[in-house]
Protein backbone atom coordinates (compact mmCIF):
# COMPACT_ATOMS: atom_id res chain seq x y z
CA UNK A 1 0.00 0.00 0.00
CA UNK A 2 1.43 3.05 -0.71
CA UNK A 3 1.92 5.92 2.04
CA UNK A 4 -1.27 7.78 3.59
CA UNK A 5 -0.71 11.59 3.01
CA UNK A 6 -1.18 13.51 6.30
CA UNK A 7 -3.43 16.27 5.56
CA UNK A 8 -2.85 19.02 8.06
CA UNK A 9 -5.03 22.09 8.94
CA UNK A 10 -4.24 25.24 10.25
CA UNK A 11 -6.48 27.46 11.95
CA UNK A 12 -7.53 25.90 14.97
CA UNK A 13 -5.47 23.00 14.59
CA UNK A 14 -1.75 25.15 14.84
CA UNK A 15 -3.62 28.22 15.38
CA UNK A 16 -6.07 27.72 18.17
CA UNK A 17 -9.23 30.20 18.43
CA UNK A 18 -9.14 32.25 21.18
CA UNK A 19 -10.52 31.75 24.33
CA UNK A 20 -13.56 33.89 25.66
CA UNK A 21 -11.54 37.04 26.84
CA UNK A 22 -9.07 36.70 23.75
CA UNK A 23 -6.37 35.15 25.29
CA UNK A 24 -4.39 32.64 23.41
CA UNK A 25 -2.87 29.45 24.98
CA UNK A 26 -0.15 30.42 27.60
CA UNK A 27 1.94 27.82 24.91
CA UNK A 28 2.06 29.69 22.00
CA UNK A 29 3.77 32.76 20.34
CA UNK A 30 2.93 35.68 18.93
CA UNK A 31 4.15 36.24 15.13
CA UNK A 32 2.91 38.68 12.05
CA UNK A 33 2.66 37.61 8.82
CA UNK A 34 1.86 38.91 6.03
CA UNK A 35 -0.38 36.43 3.88
CA UNK A 36 -0.22 36.71 -0.24
CA UNK A 37 -2.36 39.67 -1.58
CA UNK A 38 -1.91 41.34 1.61
CA UNK A 39 0.58 44.73 2.10
CA UNK A 40 2.95 44.92 4.27
CA UNK A 41 2.05 47.35 6.96
CA UNK A 42 -1.48 44.87 7.12
CA UNK A 43 -0.07 41.99 8.88
CA UNK A 44 -1.98 39.60 10.57
CA UNK A 45 -1.35 38.28 13.94
CA UNK A 46 -1.32 34.22 14.40
CA UNK A 47 -0.18 32.40 17.38
CA UNK A 48 1.70 28.99 17.19
CA UNK A 49 3.33 26.63 19.26
CA UNK A 50 6.73 25.93 18.92
CA UNK A 51 6.47 22.18 20.27
CA UNK A 52 4.09 21.82 16.83
CA UNK A 53 6.77 21.42 14.87
CA UNK A 54 8.60 19.05 16.95
CA UNK A 55 5.94 17.27 17.42
CA UNK A 56 5.14 17.24 13.43
CA UNK A 57 8.86 16.82 12.69
CA UNK A 58 8.88 13.53 15.12
CA UNK A 59 5.69 12.04 12.60
CA UNK A 60 7.19 13.87 9.25
CA UNK A 61 10.56 11.69 9.75
CA UNK A 62 9.27 8.32 10.47
CA UNK A 63 8.77 8.33 6.69
CA UNK A 64 5.20 6.55 7.08
CA UNK A 65 3.17 9.36 5.91
CA UNK A 66 3.23 11.72 3.09
CA UNK A 67 2.04 14.96 4.70
CA UNK A 68 0.63 17.93 3.05
CA UNK A 69 -1.15 21.08 4.00
CA UNK A 70 -4.71 21.56 3.87
CA UNK A 71 -5.41 24.82 4.57
CA UNK A 72 -7.33 28.26 3.29
CA UNK A 73 -3.47 29.42 3.90
CA UNK A 74 -3.16 27.52 0.95
CA UNK A 75 0.73 28.55 -0.40
CA UNK A 76 1.04 30.50 2.78
CA UNK A 77 1.12 27.39 4.78
CA UNK A 78 4.21 26.77 3.47
CA UNK A 79 6.09 29.92 3.16
CA UNK A 80 4.83 31.32 5.77
CA UNK A 81 3.13 29.31 8.67
CA UNK A 82 5.50 26.21 8.37
CA UNK A 83 8.98 27.77 8.78
CA UNK A 84 8.12 29.58 11.76
CA UNK A 85 7.66 25.81 13.29
CA UNK A 86 10.82 24.73 11.69
CA UNK A 87 9.20 22.36 9.25
CA UNK A 88 10.27 21.85 5.79
CA UNK A 89 9.03 22.64 2.54
CA UNK A 90 5.93 20.48 2.47
CA UNK A 91 3.36 19.99 -0.58
CA UNK A 92 -0.34 21.58 0.10
CA UNK A 93 -3.64 20.68 -1.21
CA UNK A 94 -4.58 24.11 -3.78
CA UNK A 95 -8.13 24.60 -2.50
CA UNK A 96 -10.57 26.46 -4.25
CA UNK A 97 -11.54 29.97 -3.21
CA UNK A 98 -15.50 29.04 -3.51
CA UNK A 99 -17.97 32.52 -2.46
CA UNK A 100 -19.04 31.32 0.83
CA UNK A 101 -20.52 32.06 3.85
CA UNK A 102 -20.28 28.62 6.23
CA UNK A 103 -17.90 26.30 6.33
CA UNK A 104 -20.20 23.54 5.41
CA UNK A 105 -22.62 25.11 2.29
CA UNK A 106 -23.81 21.06 1.95
CA UNK A 107 -23.77 20.26 5.51
CA UNK A 108 -19.78 19.31 5.39
CA UNK A 109 -16.68 20.40 4.93
CA UNK A 110 -16.09 22.62 2.09
CA UNK A 111 -12.81 21.64 1.47
CA UNK A 112 -13.97 17.85 1.48
CA UNK A 113 -15.15 17.56 -2.39
CA UNK A 114 -11.97 18.93 -3.74
CA UNK A 115 -9.66 17.07 -0.86
CA UNK A 116 -11.63 13.87 -2.49
CA UNK A 117 -10.63 14.38 -5.95
CA UNK A 118 -6.68 15.30 -4.89
CA UNK A 119 -6.60 12.22 -3.22
CA UNK A 120 -8.04 9.86 -5.47
CA UNK A 121 -7.87 6.28 -3.94
CA UNK A 122 -4.92 7.24 -1.82
CA UNK A 123 -5.24 6.43 2.00
CA UNK A 124 -5.26 9.11 4.39
CA UNK A 125 -5.04 10.85 7.71
CA UNK A 126 -6.79 14.15 7.48
CA UNK A 127 -6.50 16.65 11.19
CA UNK A 128 -9.29 19.28 10.78
CA UNK A 129 -11.08 21.10 13.57
CA UNK A 130 -14.41 21.35 11.27
CA UNK A 131 -15.47 18.30 10.18
CA UNK A 132 -19.39 17.42 10.23
CA UNK A 133 -21.18 13.82 10.89
CA UNK A 134 -21.38 14.12 6.64
CA UNK A 135 -17.58 14.22 6.32
CA UNK A 136 -17.36 11.54 9.34
CA UNK A 137 -19.42 9.01 6.99
CA UNK A 138 -17.74 9.83 3.97
CA UNK A 139 -14.37 8.56 5.66
CA UNK A 140 -16.52 5.68 7.14
CA UNK A 141 -17.42 4.81 3.42
CA UNK A 142 -14.18 5.66 2.40
CA UNK A 143 -12.87 2.85 4.70
CA UNK A 144 -15.19 0.52 3.91
CA UNK A 145 -14.12 0.75 -0.10
CA UNK A 146 -10.70 -0.06 1.45
CA UNK A 147 -9.54 2.99 1.14
CA UNK A 148 -8.09 3.85 5.16
CA UNK A 149 -9.46 7.33 6.06
CA UNK A 150 -9.16 8.50 9.51
CA UNK A 151 -10.34 11.96 10.54
CA UNK A 152 -8.58 13.67 13.48
CA UNK A 153 -10.72 17.04 15.27
CA UNK A 154 -9.09 19.02 17.39
CA UNK A 155 -10.98 21.45 19.58
CA UNK A 156 -10.20 24.25 17.75
CA UNK A 157 -9.54 25.96 21.17
CA UNK A 158 -7.29 24.32 22.23
CA UNK A 159 -5.46 22.95 18.69
CA UNK A 160 -3.74 20.02 18.00
CA UNK A 161 -2.49 17.84 21.15
CA UNK A 162 0.01 15.25 21.09
CA UNK A 163 -2.12 12.65 21.11
CA UNK A 164 -3.53 13.60 17.93
CA UNK A 165 -0.25 12.70 16.50
CA UNK A 166 -0.11 9.48 18.81
CA UNK A 167 -3.15 8.13 17.22
CA UNK A 168 -1.89 9.14 13.84
CA UNK A 169 1.40 6.85 13.71
CA UNK A 170 -0.63 4.02 15.72
CA UNK A 171 -3.41 4.30 12.87
CA UNK A 172 -0.75 4.28 10.24
CA UNK A 173 1.31 1.25 11.75
CA UNK A 174 -1.86 -0.61 11.82
CA UNK A 175 -2.37 -0.94 8.49
CA UNK A 176 -2.08 -3.54 6.34
CA UNK A 177 1.29 -3.54 4.30
CA UNK A 178 1.77 -4.30 0.34
CA UNK A 179 3.72 -7.43 0.54
CA UNK A 180 4.08 -7.45 -3.37
CA UNK A 181 7.39 -6.13 -4.68
MG1 LIG B 1 -9.75 24.84 10.71
New binding site residues.
Partial sequence: MRLPYLLL?????LIPFPNADGSPPATHARHDVVPTGRSADNPVTVWLNPDHGRLLMDVIRTGLVTPAWC??WREDSTTLIGPLLGLPTLPYVDLPRLQITT?HPNGYLWKRDHVDAWLGDAPTVWI???FTDLDHAWAKERTARGTATLLIQPD?HLGLQPEHLTEVTKWVLQLPTDRAT
Fill in positions: DIDGVTSSDDDP
